[in-house]
């Protein structure tokens, strides 16, 4: 089982790396030259540049490049959910799931496509809240998640993926996973997510929705 190297800190410069990365899309007609070849397995459910357009799927642009890097591991050793259901309901999938299309992976290769895609500009989901939700949802963020996930769920450099503008489906059903203790979390998040009612995820996905315009 591969490790999940959840307290080390990429040591390079994140401003250095998104500035090289706006150069090389400019650059570049398709958004996909110059990605590691593995990331063309990718496009049909997270988008050509890694911006989902489909509410269960996430957008995986922005991210830092060591919580990308998790996730595939994650996904390797089975520790987050595969979600087979979703990949049956996608005409010509690569894989039967998320685990088995990126088992056979070298470390060298999810290095490389999770620096491609921590590489591209993050862009929210077009999508409407709950005002009242999010109201809700700003109170249980700042006592219980913002200590971790600062500026509303908005800085890649936590290291703990990009919430603000992320779909409410996926925030819905990921942190459903959490508290059911299906999906790999620090320790600390944990005691945080076993607390939340289904109320409380509703509430907090539509903060974040409403942290991403
Ligand atoms: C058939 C659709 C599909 C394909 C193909 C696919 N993904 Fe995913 N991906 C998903 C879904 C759905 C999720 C959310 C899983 C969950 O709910 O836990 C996800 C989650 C992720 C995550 C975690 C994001 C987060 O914020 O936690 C990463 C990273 C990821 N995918 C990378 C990739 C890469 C890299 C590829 C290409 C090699 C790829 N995916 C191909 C559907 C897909
Ligand atoms: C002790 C720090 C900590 C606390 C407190 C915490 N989180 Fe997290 N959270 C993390 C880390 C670290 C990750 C990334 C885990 C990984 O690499 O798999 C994460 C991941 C997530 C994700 C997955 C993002 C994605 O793109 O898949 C969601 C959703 C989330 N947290 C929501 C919350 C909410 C809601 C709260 C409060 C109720 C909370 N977290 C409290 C540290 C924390």
């Known amino acids: 089982m591969k490790r999940t190297k959840l307290n080390h800190r990429s040591s390079r410069p994140l401003a250095a790396a998104t500035v090289f990365g706006a150069l090389a899309l400019a650059a570049a007609p398709m958004v996909l030259a110059g990605a590691p070849d593995s990331a063309e397995s990718c496009l049909g459910c997270h988008g050509s540049d890694g911006i989902s357009s489909d509410p269960d799927t996430p957008t995986i642009?922005?991210?830092?490049?060591?919580?990308l890097e998790n996730?595939?591991?994650?996904?390797?050793?089975?520790?987050?959910?595969?979600?087979?259901?979703?990949?049956?309901?996608?005409?010509?999938?690569?894989?039967?799931?998320?685990c088995a299309l990126v088992a056979d992976w070298s470390e060298d290769t999810i290095v490389e496509v999770a620096a491609h895609y921590a590489e591209q500009p993050f862009q929210p989901a077009d999508q409407s809240w709950d005002e009242a939700q999010a109201q809700a949802g700003a109170a249980i963020h700042d006592?219980?998640?913002?200590?971790?996930?600062?500026?509303?769920?908005?800085?890649?450099?936590?290291?703990?993926?990009?919430?603000?503008?992320?779909?409410?489906?996926?925030?819905?059903?990921?942190m459903t996973d959490y508290r059911e203790g299906a999906r790999?979390?620090?320790?600390?998040m944990e005691r945080e997510m076993q607390a939340l009612s289904d109320e409380d995820i509703q509430a907090l996905a539509a903060y974040y929705a409403s942290q991403g315009q």
């Open 143 to 174: 006592e219980g998640c913002a200590r971790c996930h600062a500026d509303g769920g908005s800085d890649p450099a936590d290291d703990a993926g990009i919430l603000a503008g992320q779909w409410q489906p996926y925030l819905v059903r990921t």
């Open 184 to 188: 790999f979390q620090p320790v600390t």
């Open 61 to 67: 642009s922005g991210a830092s490049d060591f919580f």
């Open 71 to 98: 996730q595939l591991f994650l996904f390797q050793s089975e520790e987050r959910p595969c979600v087979a259901d979703l990949f049956a309901q996608v005409d010509d999938a690569p894989a039967a799931d998320h």
